[in-house]
Structure formats: C-alpha cells, structure tokens
C-alpha cells in the first residue's frame, strides 16, 4: 500500500505560479515512477509529468517550458513547479505513483487560473 498526500493547489492569475506538493508514505520501494495528472471539468485525466525512479522525466507538450517536475528521495515528496501558468491550466491535479499493478492516486488538489 502506498499513501499519497498533495498539497499546494489554489487560486492565482494567469502569469502566476504555483508548487504542487504529494508527500508518499507505505510501500515507498515499490514505487517505479511517480507523476502528476490533471482533469479539467469535462475532459479526461491527462498526464501532465512524469518522473521515474532515476530521475528521468517526461512532459505534456502543453507544460514544456512552463512546468517542472522533481522529487526529494530523502522526503518521499515529488513537487510540480508550475510558472507562467494559463487558464487552461485550471484543473483538478491527482498525484499518481507507479505500482504494479494498478498504482495509486492521491486525493487531488484543485489549481484554479484566472485571466
């Protein structure tokens, strides 16, 4: 079993920033990779960045340049950096953590961007 806390979301205007934060406890050496998820009202969940246990990480065309993801080992945390942030950025955020099989979610945070 692997827990997910986030923290970080809110509210702030367009041009603005924000650092998620999802703290994992459990079953911590299981985890093979962990990422952020987004959904917007009406839309699927989307995969927003990933990182993987080495370090190597991916992004959504929709955030390169814009988000960074990174994660302190030592803490069990993985952080989303989010700058220049957009409107359509607005979404409720979802840690996950790559465990076989099905992996896990966190409890979502909501990042809300206004123009």
């Known amino acids: 079993q692997v827990q997910l806390v986030e923290s970080g979301g809110g509210l702030v205007q367009a041009g603005g920033s924000l650092r998620l934060s999802c703290a994992a406890s459990?079953?911590?050496?299981?985890?093979?990779?962990l990422g952020w998820y987004r959904q917007a009202p009406g839309k699927q969940r989307e995969l927003v960045a990933r990182i993987s246990h080495s370090s190597s990480t991916n992004y959504a065309d929709s955030v390169k340049g814009r988000f960074t993801i990174s994660r302190d080992n030592a803490k069990n945390t993985v952080y989303l950096q989010m700058n220049s942030l957009k409107p359509e950025d607005t979404a409720v955020y979802y840690c996950?953590?790559?465990?076989?099989?099905?992996?896990?979610w966190g409890q979502g945070t909501q990042v809300t961007v206004s123009s």
């Open positions: 996950n953590a790559e465990v076989a099989p099905n992996g896990y």
């Open positions: 459990g079953s911590i050496f299981s985890i093979n990779a």
